[in-house]
């Protein structure tokens, strides 16, 4: 998860050229400006390895003594590790693009967002960029990650790995799309995005199984799982780090990361549309 900084929302420069441009070439230029701030403040990327750092070192431990075998994973195969390391990555991108919508907001009072709507970038591209800018340092982060875990027993299947991230990206449209419609929805009380989001994303991770195994819990927190796309999700990111690409698994990730996409590229393009009407 990056951290948003006043570096991170300034406003950066878009050239494009007179006329509609490709829709690839948008979403590249839209990229582009977001990763300026970035590459600027790399200690925003570091920084934001604090958050699964922690998570590994000091909830890892926990795991690993009270459930074992009990989480269904072999511990000469990986171990908890494998079951959990997938589950912190997807939390990075959960907290990441969710949080997309805030760096709009502060270009609401720029005027940023604005200036960006009388280009000829296309509705979705803005959408879709801002979230893959997330993608970028997640991406680094996964590596150091992995690295990290490799001595605790942690398998790395790089197909695997490389189509998990794949999946991440996917997801991450669709809810930093979300994200996006959020803050043009309450960009007149601001501070309701972040009341709107915690509320949200915590009952969403908590009923994934990210943390702990739903298979212990009761039976309406299984059955409220079910309708989470983010619980397939999880279960899809670690079937895909632990190399079983054709598990039917993964096909409902796939399922579950198009579905949000699709969604939330519908209700962010229409929320922006009605806004800049």
Not at 7 to 34: F, K, M, T, Y
Not at 230 to 253: I, K, N
């Amino acid at each position: 998860m990056t951290t948003v900084g006043v570096s991170d929302l300034s406003p950066a420069p878009v050239s494009v050229r007179p006329g509609r441009l490709g829709p690839l070439r948008d979403i590249g230029i839209v990229l582009v400006r977001e990763l300026r701030p970035l590459l600027h403040d790399p200690f925003s990327v570091i920084f934001g390895m604090v958050q699964p750092i922690v998570f590994l070192a000091l909830f890892g431990p926990l795991l690993v003594g009270s459930l074992g075998a009990q989480a269904g994973v072999a511990l000469g195969q990986g171990g908890v590790w494998q079951w959990f390391v997938p589950a912190i990555l997807v939390m990075t991108a959960l907290f990441g693009t969710s949080a997309t919508g805030a760096n709009l907001l502060f270009e609401f009072q720029t005027g940023a967002h604005e200036r960006m709507l009388v280009t000829p970038l296309s509705r979705s591209s803005l959408l879709i960029g801002r979230a893959l800018k997330e993608m970028v340092p997640l991406a680094g982060q996964a590596l150091i990650i992995v690295v990290v875990m490799l001595p605790f027993g942690f398998r790395l299947y790089p197909v695997g790995a490389l189509v998990g991230l794949a999946l991440l990206a996917l997801f991450g449209v669709g809810l930093g799309a979300l994200s996006y419609a959020l803050a043009i929805a309450v960009r007149k009380q601001d501070w309701m995005f972040w009341g709107v989001q915690q509320t949200l994303i915590f009952p969403l991770m908590l009923l994934s199984g990210m943390l702990l195994p739903l298979e212990t819990g009761p039976d309406w927190m299984r059955t409220a799982a079910r309708f989470n796309p983010l619980a397939y999700l999880v279960d899809a990111e670690r079937a895909l780090f632990a190399g079983q690409l054709g598990s039917t698994t993964v096909l409902w990730g796939w399922v579950a990361a198009l579905v949000t996409a699709v969604l939330g590229l519908t209700v962010g393009v229409r929320t922006m549309a009605r806004s800049a009407g």
